[in-house]
């Protein structure tokens, strides 16, 4: 049981780069999957969710209208696609799940460069 996150990279300022996140076993929730992130020397803070019953989602003020995120039931796959990159979305992007975000993925690192 686990939550594979895939997509992380280099990018320079302005780009683009898309996160996926499938989830196995107990890990795969019902209720909601999301992502943080944590960038160097900084706290761990909540990036954007999707809610598995109706889709609905909710975003961090600093990702609105530059992220989506969004899902593939049949995968019980999310993913975050990330535009307009800032050097300060460095960061390792974690994919959570469940009520509460009880799991957490190995996270993948996302390097934007200025």
């Known amino acids: 049981a686990q939550l594979q996150a895939s997509g992380g990279g280099l990018v320079q300022a302005g780009g683009s780069l898309r996160l996926s996140c499938a989830a196995s076993?107990?890990?795969?929730?019902?209720?909601?999957m999301g992502w943080f992130r944590q960038a160097p020397g900084k706290e761990r803070e909540f990036v954007a969710t999707?809610?598995?019953?109706?889709?609905?989602?909710r975003y961090a003020d600093s990702v609105k209208g530059r992220f989506t995120i969004s899902r593939d039931n049949a995968k019980n796959t999310v993913y975050l696609q990330m535009n307009s990159l800032k050097p300060e979305d460095t960061a390792v992007y974690y994919c959570?799940?469940?009520?509460?975000?009880?799991?957490w993925g190995q996270g993948t690192l996302v390097t934007v460069s200025s």
């Open positions: 959570v799940s469940g009520q509460g975000y009880p799991y």
């Open positions: 999707i809610y598995w019953s109706d889709g609905s989602t």
């Open positions: 076993g107990r890990t795969f929730s019902t209720y909601a």
